[in-house]
Nanobody, 128 residues
């Protein structure tokens, strides 16, 4: 099992950059696929990015509409996954969640249902 804690959210202006962190506790973190999702106000949770664990070669996956501004990376020595967001837009306003799963099912890596462990989320608000 892992426990996840997100940090780094806040109120920013359009055009700013933000670095969100997902800190994990638990054993074998390097084997987990870690995903980032977000939930805008009044909308459903949506996939942002994910990075696979050791069995998947630590490959990154992105939502097509976000891949130019979002970068996901992991530091297994620190049990941390980082989501870098550049050129923030008001429509990026959402609660951002990280999630983890020890299986490797690439066909559903963008599906929140696949993930067994979730953090509490961090709020990102982008003003225009």
């Amino acid at each position: 099992q892992v426990q996840l804690v997100e940090s780094g959210g806040g109120l920013v202006q359009a055009g700013d950059s933000l670095r969100l962190s997902c800190a994990a506790s638990g054993r074998s973190f390097s084997t987990y696929t870690v995903g980032w999702f977000r939930q805008p106000p009044g909308k459903e949770r949506e996939f942002v990015a994910a990075v696979t664990g050791s069995r998947g070669g630590y490959r990154s996956y992105y939502a097509d509409s976000l891949k130019d501004r979002f970068t996901v990376s992991r530091d297994n020595a620190k049990n941390t996954v980082v989501l870098q967001i550049n050129t923030l837009k008001p429509e990026d306003t959402a609660v951002y969640y990280c999630a983890a799963d020890q299986r490797l099912i690439l066909s559903s890596i963008r599906n929140p249902v696949q993930y067994d462990y979730w953090g509490q989320g961090t709020q990102v608000t982008v003003s225009s």
